[in-house]
């Protein structure tokens, strides 16, 4: 009786027999490329965003509740101010039920509230302005090779118009930021090119017409003297 174990059956030409099986690694086996069959797939495509035309920074953004007969419906107020570092810069607010329309609205108020300032050749301005509004009080002056020196939205105001070398000193206590940075637009607005757009923003219109009228008072009161 022969204890031998028995040979197993090989193909003629000692060729090892190859598996379509699909493998666990991705591939199939008995394919050198270790590919699918059917083609290879095509690289994805990405689609960059499209630059904002201008930068913009946030003030403010508040969430106001208002009482009404049928109960509290609130709204979202946001102020933002945008610029193109080239000594362009604009100031809006907006308010809506939903944040990105409001946003959107601020953007659309800034866009038209929009002006060119008048700058030196070092992007600085060309000397001491300053103005106030509401309790908030604001002075900016050049200064030579110092850098910017500010805080608050006054600081980001400064670096969306691409403005270098200026000193600006907050005189007030005020942490109203949206009030700061009325009153950096308003002081800037000193300083305005000629060629910049005529429609001037509706809180710096008020301003001007409250200054008329002191004046105008001014006048009376010494003519009856």
């Known amino acids: 009786m022969d204890t031998t174990t028995p ?9 090892t027999p190859t598996s379509t099986r699909p493998d666990t690694r991705g591939g199939y086996r008995g394919n050198p490329n270790n590919k699918r069959e059917g083609g290879d ?21 508040r969430r106001v509740t208002r009482v009404v007969a049928g109960g509290r419906r609130m709204t979202f107020a946001v102020a933002l101010a945008i610029g193109d570092k080239k000594g362009s810069i604009g ?10 329309l409001a946003i959107a ?19 600085s301005i060309p000397h001491q302005v300053s103005s106030k509004f509401s309790s908030s009080k604001l002075t900016m002056m050049p200064n030579r ?19 270098k070398n200026v000193t600006a ?5 005020s942490k109203n930021k949206l009030n700061n940075a009325r009153v950096a637009y308003k002081t800037l607005y000193q300083l305005k090119a000629i060629a910049s757009l005529p429609k001037v ?25």
């Open 91 to 100: 100031l809006g607010t907006g308010k809506a039920g939903d944040t990105s």
């Open 41 to 61: 797939r095509k690289p994805r495509t990405f689609f960059e965003k499209p630059k904002p035309e201008f930068d913009q920074k946030m003030v403010s953004i």
């Open 145 to 163: 090779g110092k850098g910017l020196v500010a805080g608050s939205t006054v600081r980001d105001i400064l670096i969306l118009g691409g403005l």
């Open 201 to 225: 923003a509706p809180f710096i219109a008020e301003s001007e017409e409250e200054v008329k009228v002191e004046a105008k008072e001014k006048v009376i009161i010494e003519e009856v003297k």
């Open 105 to 123: 609205k601020a953007l659309r108020q800034a866009k038209k509230n929009m002006f060119r300032i008048k700058t030196t050749k070092e992007m």
């Open 7 to 15: 040979k197993q059956n090989t193909p003629t030409g000692g060729a």
């Open 169 to 173: 000193k907050l005189h007030s206590g």
